[in-house]
């Protein structure tokens, strides 16, 4: 099956930074998800972006699927921008093992 | 709309109890699943229902096994739990958009999960 591979693995930023997080595949792209998995461990849908670029405030992610990447792009980040980012590819969707941020006040 | 409601939230078992994780959600989704988390290891999938009827397994099923009960609930069953299944169990459901190919996830809150 598809391999996923997150990076980096950690990341802490002072509050206010920008930072961009990235998701490799081994394979063809499709219903390409990320997700934000909050302290207390809820994972939210963050975009579905199987390919192009798309906006949500601070936040953006950029997928080209010619060349099995995404980005996640967070601007200006927030304390409650912590926790674990994940990405996932396929129609069951398997995940990468995630980015974890800390984002500091 | 209450989402994919898990239960219990806590659970602690001795070596070769068997428990079963609940789920149900009332999207009206055609599509269930389980994922199991661990330190390191990012969510994989143990068990997946296509729709109501059908289960198949994902890239970690051993020593579970599922129950489409209708289209609303997909239980998980651990028959004699050890702990190399101590985790956080995450239950999920979707909706195929045939307009536009997209399977987007709606996840529970978990199950925490200890096995001594």
């Known amino acids: 099956g598809i391999q996923v591979e997150q990076s980096p693995p950690d990341l802490i930023l002072q509050e206010g930074a920008n930072s961009t997080l990235r998701c490799n595949f081994s394979?063809?792209?499709?219903?390409l998800q990320w997700f934000h998995q909050n302290p207390w461990g809820q994972l939210i849908n963050l975009f579905y972006?199987?390919?192009g670029t798309k906006q949500n405030g601070r936040l953006s992610a950029t997928t080209v699927a010619t060349e099995r990447y995404s980005l996640l792009y967070i601007s200006s980040s927030q304390t409650t921008d912590s926790g674990v980012y994940f990405c996932?590819?396929?129609?069951?969707?398997?995940f990468g093992k995630g980015t974890l941020l800390t984002v500091n006040p | 709309n209450a989402g994919v409601t898990q239960t219990p939230k806590f659970q602690v078992l001795k070596t070769g109890q068997s428990m079963t994780l609940q789920c149900a959600q009332d999207m009206n989704h055609n599509s269930m699943y389980w994922y199991r988390q661990d330190p390191g290891m990012g969510l994989r999938l143990i068990y997946y229902s296509a729709s109501e009827g059908t289960t198949d397994k994902g890239e970690v099923p051993n020593g579970y096994n599922v129950s489409r009960l209708n289209k609303r609930e997909f239980s998980l069953r651990l028959e004699s739990a050890a702990p190399s299944q101590t985790s956080v169990y995450f239950c999920?459901?979707?909706?195929?958009?045939?307009?536009?190919?997209?399977?987007?996830?709606?996840f529970g809150a978990g199950s925490r999960l200890t096995v001594l």
């Open positions: 999920a459901s979707s909706e195929f958009s045939l307009h536009s190919g997209a399977n987007v996830l709606t």
């Open positions: 394979d063809s792209v499709n219903n």
């Open positions: 996932g590819s396929n129609y069951k969707l398997t």
């Open positions: 972006i199987p390919s």
